[in-house]
């Protein structure tokens, strides 16, 4: 079993940053092969980011050189770094861990002026 717990979501004006963090607690073994996605309203949940084998990453098109992930094995938790937000980045936000097909409740992001 393994639980994940956003948090780090808000409302941001266009152009900030924010910092989103899942921490896991379960059987998590290793948070690489984790992944971040996002739902806006009326669109489908998009894979937005990914830690894989040895740490390496991976971004959708959307989001690359804005968006970093980063994981800390000893405290459990991948984080999502969004800089230069835009409005488009709206969305609920979610962590997801392959291995157990688990996911979080989700945390809110808001981008407006």
């Known amino acids: 079993q393994v639980q994940l717990v956003e948090s780090g979501g808000g409302l941001v004006q266009p152009g900030g940053s924010l910092r989103l963090s899942c921490a896991a607690s379960g059987s998590i073994f290793t948070i690489n092969f984790m992944d971040w996605h996002r739902q806006a309203p009326g669109k489908q949940r998009e894979l937005v980011a990914s830690?894989?084998?040895?740490?390496?990453?991976k971004y959708a098109d959307s989001v690359k050189g804005r968006f970093t992930i980063s994981g800390d094995n000893a405290k459990n938790t991948v984080y999502l770094q969004m800089n230069s937000l835009k409005p488009e980045d709206t969305a609920v936000y979610y962590c997801?861990?392959?291995?157990?097909?688990?996911w979080g409740q989700g945390t809110q992001v808001t981008v407006s002026s």
């Open positions: 997801y861990h392959r291995r157990s097909a688990s």
């Open positions: 830690i894989l084998s040895s740490g390496s990453t």
